[in-house]
DNA sequence: GAGTATACTGGAACCGGTTCCAAACAGCAA
DNA sequence: TTGCTGTTTGGAACCGGTTCCAGTATACTC
C-alpha cells in the first residue's frame, strides 16, 4: 500500500509581513538628506555627467544612510526601456529547450539584462505571449524561439520598434539562428547507408502542437538521402510517433512487425531513441549488430547510453541568439545575419555495419 | 575527418529597425481624440469606476483607432507594483530545477504575473541577484529555490515589502515549501534493507556549488535507516560523487574496488544513479540480481530505464510555491506555512532481494 | 579688471499612467 | 422652481526617476 505523497502544514503563528511600512526612500529624500538638487543625484547616480568629488561623497553618504535604491520602474518610464528581455519559448520541459534557454542566459549573464519568460504550451498561449509582449512594452526586445510569428505579429514588433530574434525558425523580415535540421537528416541517413543500410527507417515526431508551420525537415533530408543512394523511399519505413520514450517505443515496435523490418532507424529524437533502445532490447535485437540507431540533437544522457546521434548546438543557438538581440539593442540596427548552424554527427556505439556478413564495408569511426 | 559545426552567416540587406518613427499613442492622444478626460480613459481600461456605456464606446473606437497599448512601465510607477514574480534559481540545467520552474510556470500562466528569471551559476551570482531583485524592485515577489537568503538579505525582503517563498530551502521568518529529505533517504534505505541487504552504500552528491548551507540530509536519512536496523555504518560505503553520470559510474567503481563490496546502492541522484547502471554493466553485474540500486529524484528517463527510485514532487512543489507567493501578494500577507512534500518510493525493476538463495524474503511489489 | 570658457549645480518639465477631488449634470421630491 | 441625491466626468497632482536649461562659481586669458 504505497503511502501516497502528503503534504504535512505545519501552522506557525501568522508572519504579516508589514502592510504598509517603511516607505522607500525617493530621490528628493536623498537631495533633501544631501542638501543638493534632485539632477545632483540623478548624476551621481548614473555617472554620466560630472560632479564634485566632495558633492558626490555627501550624496552617496546620504543615499547609504537613507537605504536608497532607485526604482526600476521609475526608471523605465523616462528611459523608455526596461532592461529586459523577453523569451518566448514553448514546451518548457523539453531539454532542446531548456537547453536553449541555458544559453541564453549565458549571454544574458554578463548584460545587465532580466530575462523575462513567457512560456506556451498552448497554440492559444502564443498569441497571448506576443499580446502581452508587443502591448505592454515589458522587455526591450524578444527572443522567440521555435515559433514563427505570424506577419501581423512581426508588423506589431516593427512598429513598436521591439527588435526581436527567431531562434530555431525563421521570417523573412527578423533575424534568425537555425540549424539546418534537412541538411542533418540527410547527414544521419547518409552515415547509415554509408554502413551499409538498404532498409531504413525514420521514426519522428509530430511538430508541436504550437509551431503553426512544419518545418522541421527531417522527413525530407531523409528522403533526400535515400534517393541520392538509390534507395526506394517506403511509406512505410515512414512513422510518426509522440515525443516521447514510449513513442519511440511503439514506433519501433510496429516497424518490427512488418514484413520486412528495417535494419536501421533514423529516430527524429534522443528522447524517442532511448525508447527505440528500449524496444530493441526487449525484442532480443542486438544493437548494433541487428538494428543500427541514430539518433537526434545529443541529449545529455546520449553519451551516457552510447547513442549515437545528430549533436545540434542547442546553448550555442540560444548564446548567439541572445548576442544578436544585445547588438541590435545596442546599436540600435539589426545585425541582418540569418546564421545557420550545421548539426553534426556523433559517433557512439549504436550503429554498426549491416550485418557481420560484409562487417568490411564500413568502420565505426572516421566515416565522417 | 569530423566537419565542426560551422556557422554560415548569410549576408542580407542591412535590416535597419525603424530608430525612432512611430510614437506610441499616450492615454492623452486617446482623450483628445474621443474628446473625453484622461481620467475617463483610465476609468475605460481599468473597469473599476462607473464610465457612461457611450463615452465607453467613444473611448473604445478611439484607443482602437489609434493602436493605443498602455504601457506597463508607465502602470507601474503610480500602481507601485510591476506584475512579474521574480525566481531565483541555482544550475538552471538540472532537471529539478526545470521541473520546479514548470511547475511555477504553471501556476502562474493563469495569473496575470510575468515571471522574470535570476539563474545563479555560482556563489557570487547569488548575492548579486538578491541585490538585483530587492535594490530594484523589479517583481512585487520572489520564489527562491534551494537557495537560502541570509538573514540580511531576508531582512531586506522584509523591510523593502517584498513578500518572498522559499522551495526546498527554509528559513524561519519565509513560508516554504520542501521535502523531507532525511525520510525520503532513510525510506530509500529501508527499502534495501526490507528486500534483505546489509551491505548498502551511499553515493551522494556534493552540496550544489552556490548553497551554502548543506542539507541534504540523505547522508542522515541513510545512517538512521541503518542504525534503527542495527546495521554498523562503514565509512568506506558512504561515497560523495560528482553530479554527473560519470560522478555515479566511478563512485560505483570505487565501490567494487573494495574489498567487500556493497549489494545495494543508494544514489542521491538519478542522474548519477544513469552511471551506477552503466558501471555496473560494465562490471558484468547483472541488476538487481548481483547489486541493487535505488536513485533519487525520479528524473524522466528513470522510469524508462526502469530505475527504481524516490519520487520528488519536484512540480508540484514550483506550483505550491507559486501559490503560497499568489496568495501573500493577493492577501497583503503571508500564509504562514511550511509545506513538507514527502517523497514517494518508486519500485522499478533495478532491484531485487539481496541475492538468489533468498529469494522468497522479500517480493518487489507491494512492498511499501 | 573685464571677458570668457569651464566645472558644477538646482530644479522645472517630462515620461505615461493612476487617483482623487470638485464640478457638471440628471432625476426626483417638495 | 428649488434642493438634494447620485452618477459621470475633467484634470491637477502624483508616482520616482531623467533631462535639459539656466545660473553660479571658479579659472584662465589678455
Redesign the interface.
Known sequence: ??????????????????????K?ATIRDVAREAGVGIGTVSRVLSGHAPVAPATRARVEAAMRKL?Y??????Q??PRRR?N?IAVVVPL??RYFY??V??GI?QAL?ASAY??????I?RAA?RDRAFE?L?????ADGALVVSLTPDSSQVESL????L?AVLIDSAHP???SVLVDHERAAADATRHLIRLGHRHIALIDHQEDPVRLESTSGRAPGYRQALSEAGIPWRADYEVIADFT??GGQTGLRSLLALPEPPTAVFVGSDTQA??VL?AAREAGLRIPGDLAVVGYNDVE?AR?VGLTTM?V?MR?MGR?GAELLLN?LEQ???D??????????VVRRTCGPVSRRNDSSARQDGL?
Chains 1, 2 share one sequence.
Open positions: 500500500m504505497a503511502r501516497k505523497q502528503e503534504e504535512a502544514v505545519q501552522q506557525e503563528p501568522a508572519t504579516r509581513w508589514p502592510v504598509s511600512t517603511a522607500r537605504g535604491r532607485p526604482s526600476r520602474a521609475a523605465a518610464l526596461t529586459a518548457f520541459t531548456v537547453e534557454l541555458r542566459e549573464a532580466a530575462l523575462v519568460i513567457y512560456s504550451e498561449d502581452d508587443v502591448e505592454s512594452r515589458r516593427q512598429s513598436l520598434n527588435p523580415a527578423l533575424p520514450p514510449e532511448l525508447g528500449e544522457v551516457y549533436r548546438p550555442e548567439r541590435a540600435g540596427q539589426y541582418p545575419a540569418h546564421i545557420c548552424f550545421q548539426a553534426e554527427l565522417q
